[in-house]
T-cell receptor, first 116, second 115 residues
Framework: AQSVTQPDIHITVSEGASLELRCNYS??????LFWYVQSPGQGLQLLLKYFSGDTLVQGIKGFEAEFKRSQSSFNLRKPSVHWSDAAEYFC??????????????FGKGTKLSVIP | SAVISQKPSRDICQRGTSLTIQCQVDSQVTMMFWYRQQPGQSLTLIAT?????????ESGFVIDKFPISRPNLTFSTLTVSNMSPEDSSIYLCSVAWGGPQETQYFGPGTRLLVL
């Protein structure tokens, strides 16, 4: 079964600083990887996804993520954080479930706080 | 991407009662999912609901507690039955969208508080 680890529960950065949120996955085959963002009181919004090809993927809101197979990682980055980026970020891996359908497994999330 | 709506957006309920949550999609989709997000936690899959078949429940979730309907390709309901305070959570539906490499898109969630 697949699993996702987000080692950082809470990160605080200053506005304008760079950001990297860590994500490590465990999955036997080539994974499908996702980052979602959940703003306070909101549902989940897809930031970006990796299926194959270029290991550096661009997403919305200026985010990018890099797939590193050797490290089983899919870290999320942003060069300059804005106050509106304060939210909770979830990494997820998609793999096969028992009945053959796709199943998303989420990490526990990283809460991002931004200091003005 | 698909546009997903949920009703109600939030509710406060008494223990022992039941609440039915609706999920509506603006496009026809085969696969819909229901998740629970307990306070301060990540998302846990409750069940997969495909149109024309019985919902498939994950370990720890049973049909008697969380009955699901999927009458057509754009709509599903999740009922939280005989509620207790431990059922206080955000309930989210999602749909798989995008062809062979399907991505899940989520509704805004239903925030449930059980007193």
């Amino acid at each position: 079964a697949q699993s996702v680890t987000q080692p950082d529960i809470h990160i605080t950065v200053s506005e304008g600083a760079s950001l990297e949120l860590r994500c490590n996955y465990s999955y036997g085959a080539t994974p499908y990887l996702f980052w979602y963002v959940q703003s306070p009181g909101q549902g989940l919004q897809l930031l970006l996804k990796y299926f194959s090809g270029d290991t550096l993927v661009q997403g919305i809101k200026g985010f990018e993520a890099e797939f590193k197979r050797s490290q089983s990682s899919f870290n999320l980055r942003k060069p300059s954080v804005h106050w509106s980026d304060a939210a909770e970020y979830f990494c997820a891996v998609c793999g096969d479930s028992v009945d053959g359908s796709y199943q998303l497994t989420f990490g526990k999330g990283t809460k991002l706080s931004v200091i003005p | 991407s698909a546009v997903i709506s949920q009703k109600p957006s939030r509710d406060i309920c008494q223990r022992g009662t039941s609440l039915t949550i609706q999920c509506q999609v603006d496009s026809q989709v085969t696969m819909m999912f229901w998740y629970r997000q307990q306070p301060g936690q990540s998302l846990t899959l409750i069940a997969t609901a495909n149109q024309g078949s019985e919902a498939t429940y994950e370990s720890g979730f049973v049909i008697d507690k969380f009955p699901i309907s999927r009458p057509n390709l754009t709509f599903s309901t999740l009922t939280v039955s005989n509620m207790s305070p431990e059922d206080s959570s955000i309930y989210l539906c999602s749909v798989a969208w995008g062809g062979p490499q399907e991505t899940q898109y989520f509704g805004p969630g239903t925030r449930l508080l059980v007193l």
